[in-house]
């Protein structure tokens, strides 16, 4: 499976942006797709996963209420859309897909990564 990330960029605070993964390969081998982000100097932060078939979702508290994961099966591609960002919200974001029933939170759950896109939130 081979992930591609786009739709970074910069915005101002409060602005919305929406991410796009695009996967090909063995898509059918997945299970789970998520976004994680790390900011500068620190580790990499889940953000939002969601099962590819019934499209259940997880989101990490601080995105909750601002970020919506979604997919679009027939065309292989996750979203993450993303509104009152805040300067806090600056990273770049990793899609990411696994294969197993695992903690979705978890880093290790994820097989598969994306180049990262970035996000950068002016004050």
């Known amino acids: 499976v081979q992930l591609q990330a786009s739709g970074g960029g910069l915005v101002q605070d409060g602005g919305s942006l929406r991410l796009s993964c695009a996967a090909s390969?063995?898509?059918?081998?997945?299970?789970?797709m998520a976004w994680f982000r790390r900011a500068p100097g620190k580790e990499r932060l889940f953000v939002a996963s969601i099962r590819w078939s019934g499209g259940t979702t997880l989101y990490a508290d601080f995105v909750k209420g601002r970020f919506t994961i979604s997919r679009d099966n027939a065309k292989n591609t996750m979203y993450l859309q993303m509104i009152d960002l805040k300067p806090e919200d600056t990273a770049v974001y990793y899609c990411?897909?696994?294969?197993?029933?695992?903690?979705?939170?978890?880093?290790?759950?994820?097989?598969?990564w994306g180049q990262g896109t970035q996000v950068t939130v002016s004050s």
């Open positions: 390969g063995r898509t059918f081998s997945i299970y789970r």
């Open positions: 990411a897909a696994g294969q197993m029933a695992t903690d979705a939170r978890n880093t290790g759950s994820y097989i598969y």
